[in-house]
C-alpha cells in the first residue's frame, strides 16, 4: 500500500522547521516515529523508509536547523542544542505526552535521537540509532579541528567547487552497487545544499561526549548496524547504553535507504523492537 508523502514547515526557535510528513491510510498500530538525518543532508534522504514505515503508523522527518529547508541558527550549535529546537516542535505535529513517540537516527541523527531522548523522556518511548560516530579523544579533536577551521565561501567558487567534486566522488560515484544514478545525484544535491555551513553539525558532533551522556538513557535502544566503516566505533558506543539490543545488517555497508532490499528489512527489525508492549 503506498503511502503519500507531505512537506510541511512549523515555528521553531530558529525559524522555520521544514518537515515530511506520511499518514497510514488505514488503521494506525504504531506511536509516531520521528525521523533525524545525518549531517549534511535533510529529510530527503529518508523517503523510502518514510515510505515503508507509514503504512502502519505516522512518521515525520525533521530537516535539522541550518540543513535541507529548515532556517539556520545564527551559529553552530550543540548536538543538545539541535535536539532540543527540534523536540519543541513536536507538539505542534502532534506528538503529544499521552501517546508518546519513537524516534530513529542515522549517524549524526543517531546523537541527536539519544539527545531528544535524553530532553524528553516523558515523550519519546523507544529509540533506535544507526552507526553512532563514537571516535577517540585525540581523533575527535583532530576532526573538530578541521571543522572549525573549514574555509569559507570565495568569490572564485574554489571552495565550492572543491567540495561539489568531494561530494560527487563520494556520494554518486562509490555508491552502492544497485543505487541509481539519478537517486545518486539527488542525495549530492541534497548534501551540496548547505554549501560551506556542513561543517557546522560536525562541530556538535566531534564535540559530542558519550561517555557521561550515553549512560543517562533510560529508553530501550535499538543499534541497527550495517556492516559500515564505523561499525566497531558505533558498537563500542553501543556499549555504554544501559538498555539495548543490536541487531546487525553485514548483508549491506552503506546507501541503507536507497536499497529496497536493505529499507525492508530496516522495516522488519524497527518494527519487531518499537511495537514491542
Same mark, same amino acid.
Given at each position: 500500500?503506498?503511502?503519500?508523502?507531505?512537506?510541511?514547515? /512549523?515555528?521553531?526557535?530558529? $525559524?522555520?522547521?521544514? +518537515?515530511?510528513?506520511? *499518514?497510514?491510510?488505514?488503521?494506525?498500530? $504504531?506511536?509516531?516515529? !520521528?525521523?533525524?538525518?545525518?549531517?549534511?543532508?535533510?529529510?530527503?534522504? +529518508?523517503?523510502?523508509?518514510?515510505? %515503508?514505515?507509514?503504512?502502519?503508523?505516522?512518521?515525520?522527518?525533521?530537516?535539522?536547523?541550518?540543513?535541507?529547508?529548515?532556517?539556520? =541558527?545564527?551559529?553552530?550549535? /550543540?548536538?543538545? $542544542?539541535?535536539?532540543?529546537?527540534?523536540? %519543541?516542535?513536536?507538539?505542534?505535529?502532534?506528538?503529544?505526552?499521552?501517546?508518546?513517540?519513537?524516534?530513529?537516527?542515522?549517524?549524526?541523527?543517531?546523537?541527536?535521537? !539519544? %539527545?531528544?531522548?535524553?530532553?524528553?523522556?516523558?515523550?519519546?518511548?523507544?529509540?533506535?540509532?544507526? $552507526?553512532?560516530?563514537?571516535? /577517540?579523544?585525540?581523533?575527535?579533536?583532530?576532526?573538530?579541528?578541521?571543522?572549525?577551521?573549514? =574555509?569559507? #565561501?570565495?568569490?572564485?567558487?574554489?571552495?565550492?567547487?572543491?567540495?561539489?567534486?568531494?561530494? &560527487?566522488? +563520494?556520494?554518486?560515484?562509490?555508491?552502492?552497487?544497485?543505487?541509481?544514478?539519478?537517486?545518486?545525484?539527488?542525495?549530492?544535491?541534497?548534501?551540496?545544499?548547505?554549501?560551506?555551513?556542513?561543517? &557546522?553539525?560536525?562541530?556538535?558532533? &566531534?564535540?559530542?561526549? +558519550?561517555?557521561?551522556? #550515553?549512560?543517562?538513557?533510560?529508553?530501550?535502544?535499538?543499534?541497527?548496524?550495517?556492516?559500515?566503516?564505523?561499525?566497531?566505533?558505533?558498537?563500542?558506543?553501543?556499549?555504554?547504553?544501559?538498555?539495548? *539490543? !543490536?541487531?546487525?545488517?553485514?548483508? &549491506?555497508?552503506?546507501?541503507?535507504?536507497?536499497?529496497?532490499?536493505?529499507?525492508?528489512?530496516?522495516?522488519? %527489525?524497527?518494527?519487531?523492537?518499537?511495537?514491542?508492549?
Amino acid at each position: 500500500m503506498s503511502v503519500a508523502i507531505i512537506r510541511g514547515y /512549523t515555528n521553531g526557535r530558529y $525559524g522555520q522547521v521544514h +518537515y515530511r510528513v506520511a *499518514r497510514p491510510a488505514g488503521p494506525t498500530v $504504531g506511536r509516531p516515529l !520521528i525521523l533525524f538525518h545525518q549531517n549534511p543532508s535533510s529529510s530527503f534522504e +529518508y523517503e523510502p523508509l518514510i515510505a %515503508e514505515m507509514a503504512t502502519d503508523r505516522v512518521v515525520l522527518a525533521l530537516d535539522t536547523p541550518g540543513y535541507g529547508m529548515s532556517d539556520r =541558527p545564527p551559529a553552530p550549535l /550543540t548536538i543538545a $542544542g539541535y535536539a532540543t529546537a527540534m523536540v %519543541e516542535v513536536f507538539p505542534d505535529l502532534g506528538v503529544t505526552v499521552t501517546e508518546g513517540c519513537d524516534v530513529y537516527g542515522f549517524h549524526t541523527g543517531a546523537l541527536l535521537s !539519544i %539527545e531528544a531522548a535524553l530532553a524528553r523522556p516523558d515523550l519519546v518511548r523507544r529509540v533506535a540509532v544507526t $552507526g553512532m560516530p563514537m571516535r /577517540t579523544a585525540e581523533d575527535a579533536a583532530a576532526l573538530l579541528e578541521v571543522a572549525n577551521t573549514a =574555509p569559507p #565561501l570565495d568569490e572564485t567558487g574554489e571552495v565550492a567547487l572543491g567540495m561539489a567534486k568531494r561530494l &560527487w566522488d +563520494y556520494v554518486v560515484t562509490a555508491r552502492a552497487a544497485g543505487v541509481p544514478l539519478r537517486r545518486a545525484a539527488d542525495n549530492w544535491v541534497d548534501k551540496l545544499r548547505v554549501m560551506d555551513r556542513s561543517q &557546522w553539525a560536525y562541530v556538535a558532533v &566531534w564535540s559530542y561526549q +558519550y561517555q557521561p551522556r #550515553l549512560p543517562l538513557v533510560t529508553q530501550p535502544v535499538l543499534v541497527l548496524q550495517p556492516n559500515e566503516d564505523i561499525r566497531d566505533v558505533s558498537l563500542a558506543a553501543a556499549a555504554l547504553l544501559p538498555d539495548h *539490543r !543490536i541487531v546487525e545488517m553485514p548483508e &549491506w555497508d552503506r546507501d541503507i535507504f536507497d536499497l529496497p532490499a536493505a529499507v525492508t528489512r530496516m522495516g522488519v %527489525e524497527l518494527r519487531r523492537f518499537l511495537d514491542q508492549p
